[in-house]
């Protein structure tokens, strides 16, 4: 408890109202640049900026997010549900966090496996949807990461792409041998291991992140640099052992980390919770509360297409 205190203590927010005072500052300047039409602060305004007048005020706040604000709300969750044991707090979190990334990085074309994989902490179907849509094609991108695109594949596979597996399978057996990370390596052997029911493969994979977790810098000083409480605490491995439950057969995971055996205990224990916002947005503010909750799903299309717009415009 002392080392999570002392992590804690060196946080960019400990608190809420912190977080919301920078969001609300934020908001304040984007505002102003979108009243004025001068979005030259704002960013990517050198390649967009004649075309962000078709954007909200609100739009343009979500798209000027930074992570150190997004993030926060998931370390502050992981320290309540520390401090209080209550792990309600960290499902909460992972829903507001991962929703408003999200939105967040509509912009960047790529990669969304990990926010695929924080959905399944909290079941949450609609931000599953939207970052894997049921018309996405299997990716033979060779351009792409290889990690990233077997992940993404392997990920397809097991949600609902069984047609996937012949090719997923063929991808994994040419790709894997240029996977020299550990981490990834197990990442890689464990998803496959779903899907072609080796669950002696799945068992070791998993006890292997957990132990090389850590030491995987793109993941404990790059994906949730912010989140500091994280780089002890593999929050998404959450999301990696709910992916047993798309498998024909049942079986189980041994789960070494303490914090996520309590955190899956909550989870298992409470099949119908369904998560909230960490807190309430008040003020100016306050859309997010909508846009985050009853509102996502058709925000996040209506957003993605105007900035798809935007982007292909020339």
């Not at 909460?92 to 990085?105: A, H, K, P, Q, V």
Request: hydrophobic share 35%; glycine share 2%; with cysteine.
């Amino acid at each position: 408890m002392k080392a999570i205190e002392k992590d804690f203590s060196s946080s960019i927010h400990q608190n809420f109202d912190s977080v919301q005072q920078s969001l609300t500052e934020l908001f304040h300047r984007v505002a102003i640049a979108s009243e004025n039409n001068d979005y030259q602060s704002l960013l990517n305004s050198n390649a967009w900026e004649k075309n962000y007048h078709k954007l909200t005020k609100e739009e343009l706040f979500l798209m000027n997010l930074n992570d150190k604000e997004i993030l926060a709300i998931l370390n502050l969750s992981i320290y309540q549900s520390i401090t209080q044991n209550d792990y309600s707090h960290l499902l909460n979190g992972i829903f507001t966090y991962s929703r408003l990334r999200l939105l967040n990085r509509v912009y960047v074309s790529g990669n969304t496996n990990w926010t695929v994989i924080e959905s399944l902490v909290t079941n949450d179907k609609e931000l599953k949807n939207a970052a894997f849509p049921k018309s996405l094609p299997f990716n033979i991108d060779t351009t792409y990461d290889t990690v990233i695109q077997l992940t993404e594949n392997l990920l397809k596979t097991i949600l609902g792409k069984s047609d996937f597996k012949n090719q997923s399978h063929k991808q994994y057996s040419e790709l894997i041998g240029e996977v020299s990370s550990k981490f990834d390596n197990a990442l890689l052997k464990y998803l496959y291991g779903l899907t072609a029911d080796d669950y002696e493969l799945c068992k070791t994979s998993f006890e292997q992140m957990e132990q090389l977790y850590s030491r995987c810098l793109w993941l404990t000083s790059g994906w949730y640099r912010e989140a500091n409480l994280n780089k002890k605490i593999p929050i998404f491995l959450l999301g990696l052992y709910q992916l047993k439950n798309f498998t024909a057969t049942n079986f189980d995971l041994v789960i070494k980390n303490e914090f996520l055996k309590k955190a899956n205990r909550f989870i298992v224990e409470n099949p119908n919770y369904k998560p909230k916002l960490f807190r309430q947005f008040n003020s100016e503010l306050k859309f997010l509360n909508e846009i985050l909750t009853n509102n996502f799903a058709s925000f996040y299309v209506n957003y993605k297409t105007k900035m798809n717009e935007i982007k292909n415009y020339r």
